[in-house]
Structure formats: structure tokens, C-alpha cells
């Protein structure tokens, strides 16, 4: 199931699609069903109520709003721990495709953009290769619970993501304008951050890529054999169908806070069911074993757990996918407007952590704690604005599995 987003970054992604990835399927024989999502929560309600086992995977083409939708629909369903098995793939249509990115650069390929990242990630979508994925479970202070596969960020990083929507129709330069308006008007927050380093805690063993192909026998034609070893045998049962279903009234607006994260289901069947044994009850102190960081003044917070926070934000050059690690950076207050810029410039080219800056700092951890003090600001999730107020999070290394390369 191919879900199109069609509003997502230029508003060009069904455009995008039928002009570069559907001819790639057909020449590869994979088929699919497109869904064109017509409101905020129609991926996440068709995900949560589907029969899965139509599926061989869930392709998004949108930003990584829509993977956010589709990955907290399908952990909202009772056989979450079976649902989050879909593979999952990303075609990128936004104006940020952080994930479409980092799973370009996992692949160790020179970097690219706009429409060649597009046909590089339509390129893996063909050859179906299957990995892990880290996802985070992320506690909220009205204790609902969401998962989240890319970021969690407060001040800097959330005020410009959140404020650059508006200029969404120049791509991913909305972030570079974005950047420079909030410099002009720098501002300073206060809170209490704490983490478990990732040394207190060895990684889990799990298992690591698996080559298996979830569509099409006939890819042996185009891609060697070996890597595509095993062939679901859902493959029978799909048809070569394409649902075209617009409605182009029915714009929300994507900045709205999530407000419909289903607390009850969550308390009750996930809560119970998948355990985040790494934390406490949000009212409840800190383990001995985190360290808490003694500085109040944070101008941001950044929790990532990709590469890269955009296109050309490559935030974490060593990261994987399923690494297992929440890749933790803030920078405190006293840096100059200047310096700044000079960071977020450097991360394009991976280099901000060879600038020296004694005010960033960068934490491999595996949980997570922060606790505004500043009466106002923004905390978003994957690029999604979430409730203000403390909020944790634990990593669960290679729980959802992601097409890549
Ligand atoms: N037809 C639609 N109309 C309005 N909103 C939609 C529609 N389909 C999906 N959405 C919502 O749009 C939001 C943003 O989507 P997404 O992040 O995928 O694109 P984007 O915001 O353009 O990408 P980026 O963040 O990279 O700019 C999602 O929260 C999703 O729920």
C-alpha cells in the first residue's frame, strides 16, 4: 500500500509519483494500491483498522509526518507487536524527508536531493530490501505514550521547524529561512534534561538486516538473486489496482498538537504490554545511573535517532537505523548568533562537531528526560508539535522493520 500525501512539502507528491516511481514499479513488477490521504489522520485510522495481511509493506510518500501517523496507527492496534512488522518505506514528497535521507546515506551513496533522492529511494523500494528500525517510545506528561522514529526537540530546532512551515512551498530551504528568523530573535530556555548513557546499558541483541524481499519474484530479472533470498507469499494476492482518491477541501493544518493519541488504549493494552523498563513514572526521580546535567540555560535540545534532521542536515554522520541509540545534543546558553549559524551551516557537511563549540554538547544515550522550565515554547516529535511540559522517552532498538538500501 502506497499512502501519497498529497499536500505534503510543494503540494507535488502525487506529480512526483506518477512522474518517477510508477514507472520504476511497473518496469519491476511490483504492485501496489495508491491511497491518496485526504485529511490528518487518515493514514493512521486506515493502518490501525486494516487487514494486514493484504499488505506485503506500507510505503509513504509525504514527509515523515505521514510515517509518524502510520507507525503510532499501527502500535494503536491490539496486535501491535505482529502490526509493526510491515516493513515500512519512504518515498520522500516533503520539504524536510529526514528518513528518505538517512536511508540514502546508510547505503554509504554520495549524497542527494530533491528528485535523485527521490528515484534512490525509489530504487530501494524496488529492490525490497528489509532492515531494522530503532523506534522510541516517548511518555508525555498527560501520560499518553507515542512512537516516535526520527526526533524529539525542544527550542532552537522544534521554534524553526515549526515556524518555517509557512515557507514550505521553497523546499527544503524553508529551513535555512527559517534558521535565520529565529537567530534575529534568539531566545533562551530553562529546563532540567537527564539521560542514561548508552555505556550504562549495553544494547539488546537482536537480529540484524534480514535480506528479505516482501513483493515481487520477478525483481530476479533486474537485481542479483542473493539479495532478495526469501518471497512472502502474500505476493498472490495483491492485484495491480490504483485507488485515486482525492479531496482536495479537506485541508487541516498539519501544526495542530496531537490531541487524539487514544490515552485509554494506550494505559491499557500498550502500557501494560510493551514496557519501558529504562523509566520511571515522570513524577518520580531519576535513577542513580543517569547523569543530569547541571545547567538550566538551553538555547536547544535535540534528541535524533537518523542521520539526518532534513536533506541537508547531516545531524549524525555515524547513526544507523538501528543502532540503538538516541543521539543527544544541546547546545547551552552564551553562543553567539554567529556561531550558531556557523553549526547549523556546518551540518550539511556532517563537520558541526569538529567546529569546536564549547556550548554544544553530544551524548550517545538510551532514555531521556527533560522538564521545561520556560513557561512557553515547543516540543515537537518527528517534526510534529506534542504537548509542553516533561516529557521522557527510552529507545527500543529494531522494532519496526524499514525498506532501505
Ligand atoms: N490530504 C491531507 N490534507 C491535509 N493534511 C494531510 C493530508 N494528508 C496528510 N495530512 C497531514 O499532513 C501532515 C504533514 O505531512 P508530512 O509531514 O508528511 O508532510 P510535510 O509536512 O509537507 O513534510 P515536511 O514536514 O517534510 O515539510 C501530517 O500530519 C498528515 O497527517
Not at 512551498?169 to 534568539?186: K, N, Y
Not at 495483491?238 to 493519541?261: A, E, G
Request: with cysteine.
Amino acid at each position: 500500500m502506497i499512502l501519497v500525501n498529497p499536500h505534503s512539502g510543494r503540494g507535488q507528491a502525487l506529480q512526483l509519483f506518477t512522474g518517477h516511481i510508477q514507472a520504476m514499479l511497473t518496469e519491476a513488477s511490483v504492485s501496489y494500491t495508491l491511497v491518496i490521504t485526504e485529511h490528518q489522520n487518515h493514514a493512521r485510522e486506515l493502518v490501525r483498522n486494516a487487514d494486514l495481511s493484504q499488505w506485503d509493506a506500507l510505503v509513504i510518500m509525504s514527509g515523515d509526518g505521514l510515517l509518524f501517523e502510520v507507525i503510532n496507527g499501527l502500535m494503536e492496534r491490539e496486535d501491535w507487536q505482529q502490526a509493526i512488522q510491515t516493513p515500512l518505506g519512504i518515498l520522500p514528497g516533503g520539504s524536510g524527508n529526514a528518513l528518505a535521507a538517512s536511508i540514502h546515506n546508510y547505503s554509504q551513496l554520495p549524497p542527494a536531493w530533491n528528485e535523485e533522492l527521490l528515484l534512490s529511494c525509489g530504487f530501494m523500494l524496488c529492490k525490497g530490501l528489509v532492515g531494522s528500525l530503532d523506534l522510541v517510545s516517548v511518555h508525555l506528561a498527560s501520560r499518553q505514550r507515542l512512537f516516535s522514529f526520527l526526533s524529539l526537540a525542544w527550542g532552537f530546532v522544534a521554534d524553526v521547524d515549526i515556524e518555517s512551515e509557512k515557507y514550505r512551498h521553497v523546499g527544503a530551504i524553508r529551513f535555512l529561512m527559517g534558521t535565520l528568523v529565529r537567530l534575529a530573535s534568539l531566545r533562551v530556555y530553562q529546563g532540567r534534561l537527564a539521560y542514561l548513557p548508552a555505556k550504562e546499558v549495553p544494547k539488546p541483541s537482536k537480529k540484524n538486516v534480514k535480506a528479505t524481499h516482501p513483493m515481487s519474484t520477478s525483481l530476479c530479472s533486474s537485481f542479483p538473486c542473493h539479495l532478495i533470498p526469501n518471497v512472502s507469499p502474500k505476493q498472490s494476492s495483491l492485484t495491480n489496482c490504483t485507488d485515486m482518491n482525492i479531496n482536495q477541501n479537506s485541508i487541516t493544518n498539519s501544526s495542530n498538537v496531537i490531541t487524539n493519541m487514544r490515552p485509554e488504549t494506550q494505559s491499557n493494552s500498550m502500557t501494560t504490554s510493551l514496557v519501558d523498563s529504562l523509566l520511571p513514572s515522570l513524577d518520580q526521580q531519576v535513577p542513580e545511573n543517569w547523569t543530569v546535567v547541571n545547567e538550566e540555560d538551553f538555547v536547544l535540545v535535540l534528541a535524533i535517532y537518523q542521520s539526518h534532521l532534513a536533506e541537508d542536515l547531516w545531524t549524525v554522520p555515524g547513526a544507523m537505523a538501528d543502532d540503538g541509540l538516541i543521539h543527544l545534543f544541546y547546545v547551552t546558553a552564551g553562543i553567539s548568533r554567529p556561531a550558531l549559524l556557523r553549526l547549523f551551516l556546518a551540518m550539511e557537511k556532517g563537520s558541526h562537531l569538529a567546529c569546536g563549540c564549547p556550548h554544544l554538547v553530544y551524548e550517545k544515550v538510551r532514555a531521556l528526560r527533560l522538564e521545561p522550565i520556560s513557561q512557553q515554547g515547543m516540543i515537537t516529535v518527528d517534526g510534529e508539535v506534542v504537548e509542553y511540559g516533561p516529557i521522557q522517552a527510552q529507545v527500543h532498538p529494531g522494532m519496526a522493520k524499514l525498506i532501505c538500501g
